[in-house]
């Protein structure tokens, strides 16, 4: 098997050491349309949870790579799109847990209120969701949300994960100049985490090329005016 059409990699990544990336989501599928996004465009705009690709296929794809040896450290779930969407996620979860590798799960994390998916992220070693404000206004200028979802459930699921899940949560607060960088806005991102305690914070912003031309990245300064209101947290950027 030499093309691979659901798994990519491995490449090295800061958190992670060398990380192969399993893709459940076509391009582009997604709950929000965030003005920052680096993939462009959402394509197929929806909530509903479903199969998108042969579980199989991929199942297949990673015992084929992994049956020639290459190094990796971590499965990750980054996804095209939103991977809590793909109604194969714990399965295909399980599988690479049961192959003997950590596994990491990227998201938005606004899904994670469900019950379904909540039991679905289990098997996750580590599961990295965004944060962009604990202001509605904020959070809705940025992320633009399916039309059904709502502010209030975006946080409860975060809340839910930190009580609910066993294995470690790495929020990855992601910043925007201009847009959530205020004192006010970090210090309610500030009480918010204090609140739910992830296991690490890391700030990130977004320095590729975003879906609106006007989203711009803090710059070194500005990050480190960032990392001191939010109280000495990780200013890394990237995966």
Known sequence: MDLYKHICGPTPSRRLGFALAVDLIPPKTCNHNCNYCQLGPTKEYTVERK???PLDDVIAELDDFLGKGSKIDFITFPGSGEPTLSFDLG?????????????????????????DVLCDVQNASIILPTFLSANKETYYKIAR???????E?????????????????????????GLNDSPEELQNTKEWIEK???????????????????VA?????????ARAILGGLSAKTGR
């Open 91 to 115: 399965r295909a979860l399980t599988a690479a847990r049961q192959r003997g590798y950590p596994t990491a799960l990227f998201t938005f994390g606004q899904l994670l209120y469900r019950e």
């Open 217 to 225: 990245p803090l710059d070194y300064e500005a990050m480190m005016r």
């Open 153 to 177: 459930d975006y946080l409860s699921g975060l809340e839910q994960l930190k009580l609910r899940y066993s294995g470690e949560v790495w929020l990855a607060v992601m910043l925007l100049n």
């Open 196 to 214: 739910i305690q992830p296991d690490r914070v890391q700030l990130t912003s977004a320095h590729r090329p975003s879906l609106v031309d006007t």
């Open 51 to 53: 199969s998108f690709v």
């Open 145 to 151: 949300p399916h039309p059904s979802l709502n502010f």
